[in-house]
């Protein structure tokens, strides 16, 4: 099961760009919604008006959807959980996705978030995150999180998770906070990679990747415009460049980990090698 929630979690749009990306690449289906009456503030998540391709105006309510997902080629297939973070009784909000879990045999729950963050969007995007199984985490190449705070709807469904015996793991991307009202598809390509390599599936991100580049574009000619911001920029990069020179040996990706990528990228060109 993999999880994302727009709103405070979510900084640039990117965990729930990521989970939308992912079942729109496999053909996702709707099977359920949690009813929004139990779990929102109306005034605070208004419901929006649309008019249909009738012209008859209807009620689109704030909600969260659940979708099943074939995965080619994947250890096992998904369940896809994304909508607006409700308002109110997280605990039982979270109940309801555990027993949702646990009915449909999930055997982890993966949760996306991401933070804004004073890191440059010139360098590759700075990945956290924790895990029932600590292994995970190192597994991945991630930075195990440090965070003490203030928590969102991701937190609390891990926690429920984690005292329900269900395992889990939870991947933050860093975003930059000078951009922070842009969509961000640099930083859903990252955490669309790490979750490809947590659960062995594999899309084809292209499309993505041609959206991260073309942000990366645009941003840039915006710094450039403001000498300010780009003065803050470049002490950002030398601040990333210091900490990257603090990297040894140690950190090199094992064998293990290269040959997964590897056949993570071939499972992505398809078994006809096109």
């Known amino acids: 099961m993999v999880c994302a929630f727009q709103g405070w979690n979510d900084a640039g749009d990117a965990a729930s760009s990521a989970v939308s990306f992912l079942a729109a690449s496999l053909n996702a289906r709707r099977f359920a919604r949690i009813d929004s009456e139990e779990f929102y503030d109306f005034q605070a998540n208004r419901p929006s008006i649309q008019l249909t391709e009738e012209g008859a105006r209807e009620i689109v309510w704030p909600t969260v959807e659940v979708f099943e997902a074939l995965a080619p080629r994947a250890p096992r297939d998904l369940v896809l959980v994304q909508g607006t973070e409700p308002s109110m009784r997280w605990r039982a909000f979270s109940a309801h996705l555990v027993e949702l879990a646990e009915a449909l045999g999930v055997q982890m729950v993966v949760s996306l978030g991401a933070l804004l963050a004073d890191v440059p969007h010139t360098r590759p995007v700075t990945m956290t995150g924790f895990a029932s199984d600590p292994s995970l985490v190192e597994r991945l190449g991630l930075a195990p999180s440090s965070y003490e705070g203030p928590t969102g709807i991701v937190g609390v469904l891990h926690s429920a998770c984690l005292d329900a015996g269900l395992p889990s793991a939870s991947l933050w991307a860093g975003v930059p906070h000078y951009v922070a009202a842009a969509t961000n598809p640099k ?72 040959a997964r990528e590897f056949q993570r990228f071939l499972r992505q060109r398809g078994a006809d090698g096109k």
Do not use: C
């Open 187 to 258: 930083a859903a390509l990252a955490l669309l990679r790490k979750v490809e390599g947590l659960i062995g599936v594999s899309v084809d991100v292209s499309d993505l990747e041609v959206a991260a580049t073309d942000y990366e574009r645009q941003v840039g000619l915006a710094v450039q415009s403001d000498p300010d911001i780009q003065a803050f920029v470049e002490r950002l990069e030398r601040a990333a460049e210091s900490e990257e020179e603090e990297i040894t040996s140690e950190d090199v990706p094992s064998g293990d980990v290269l």
